[in-house]
């Protein structure tokens, strides 16, 4: 039998605590192949949750308690990881909210997804079958939706719907390898950093739709605005998309700069000074790329990994050459000239970004 440690960081939680923890026991009949066990991480509630959840004990054996500083929701969650790997030894963790808003019924359908081969099970509330509650006021719906949304764009990975919510079930062993990665993060952005990690580590990642409930009693924990510019800061710092469109800018400088010292300055011939300025910018951004964009699965040195990592990144390259060419003479030949430099741009932002980022992932940096 399987163990799981459900663990839900508490502060000042009293009116919906009991409710949680009887319905997370209540589903264990219903789930015969795995132990549960509950785990509270309380950080000196004041208004008795404590002693709701010590009462509660006396009813469930597998109900632990562990008390630390207020320190945000990371440390919370990963004192919690650190307290079930020395009691509870579980293969599978639960992150759940106390508040009432993750509703355990979903539970058993984040389980079946485990069983069938994922390591990490999300609730989305932004996809089919899930929900946001309808009674929000607009800057909050705006707020989720917008700071999941710019998640999703900034890591490129659109086909995960849900980057921000923390009702999910992780495999045990990406926990373990998480430890120094996610102790660099006290607050709610930890969540996008512990998808973010997970992703990188080659984890099988699914979704589960839930129905985010509204909070009754209590009152919420988290600061939206300094969530909000840790979320964009974790984005813009991690991003292998990111770094890929700013070592491409680079490349277009080296490119355009080199063109202009070799044509105006050196006065060679221009397909010379274009074919030396193009492959400079290539060495550029593939060394740029693998060791920095892409350093989490870089090509490593021997073996001949580097140069042929190189010579497909070149072929790569020549496409985007082939498809900007191409794409340049059909809108001029249908529009004209005159904007040349838009059609430019178009074809860049929409095509070749697109089609470079999704190739060098495929092709040359494969997840390991």
């Known amino acids: 039998m399987k163990k799981v440690a459900v663990i839900t960081p508490t502060f000042n939680e009293i009116g919906s605590i009991k409710n949680l923890v009887d319905g997370i026991f209540a589903l264990a009949a219903h789930l015969p192949n795995w132990d549960i066990h509950v785990l509270i991480v309380d950080s000196h509630s004041t208004d008795g949750t404590i002693e709701a959840v010590k009462k509660l004990q006396k009813k469930y054996q597998n109900l632990h308690l562990l008390e630390t500083e207020k320190e945000g929701l990371g440390k919370a969650?990963?004192?919690?990881?650190?307290y079930a790997e020395e009691t509870i030894n579980p293969y599978l963790v639960f992150e759940i909210d106390a508040d009432g808003q993750h509703d355990p019924v979903r539970i058993p359908s984040f389980i079946r997804e485990i069983e069938q081969g994922a390591d990490f099970v999300v609730g989305t509330r932004y996809s089919k079958g899930g929900s946001i509650?309808?009674?929000?006021r607009i800057h909050r719906k705006i707020l989720s939706a917008g700071a999941n949304l710019f998640v999703r764009l900034g890591f490129m990975k659109l086909s995960l719907t849900e980057w921000t919510n923390g009702y999910r079930a992780i495999k045990f062993w990406l926990v373990k390898k998480a430890y120094d990665h996610l102790q660099n993060y006290s607050g709610y952005v930890f969540q996008v950093a512990f998808l973010d990690f997970a992703l990188k580590q080659g984890a099988v990642i699914r979704e589960v739709?839930?129905?985010?409930?509204?909070?009754l009693t209590g009152e919420s924990k988290i600061n939206a605005p300094e969530y909000t510019l840790q979320t964009m800061f974790y984005v813009l710092t991690h991003s292998s998309f990111i770094k890929f469109v700013v070592v491409g800018l680079i490349g277009f400088a080296i490119d355009f700069g080199l063109s202009y010292l070799g044509i105006q300055k050196m006065h060679l011939t221009v397909w010379i000074a274009t074919v030396l300025s193009t492959e400079t910018a290539i060495v550029s951004n593939f060394l740029l790329n693998n060791f920095w964009s892409f350093r989490h699965k870089k090509i490593e040195a021997g073996g001949g990994g580097i140069l042929s990592g190189f010579l497909k990144f070149n072929v790569v390259s020549?496409?985007?050459?082939?498809?900007?060419?191409?794409?340049?003479?059909?809108?001029?030949?249908?529009?004209?000239t005159q904007l040349w430099y838009l059609y430019k741009v178009l074809i860049i932002a929409l095509v070749i970004i697109p089609y470079s980022y999704i190739l060098y992932n495929k092709v040359i940096w494969k997840s390991k």
């Not at 509650?133 to 929000?136: H, L, M, T, V, Y």
């Not at 020549?318 to 004209?336: D, E, H, K, P």
């Open 318 to 336: 020549s496409g985007s050459i082939v498809i900007q060419a191409v794409g340049m003479q059909i809108l001029t030949s249908i529009f004209g």
């Open 133 to 136: 509650p309808s009674n929000w």
């Open 209 to 215: 739709p839930v129905h985010f409930k509204e909070r």
């Open 77 to 82: 969650y990963i004192r919690g990881f650190r």
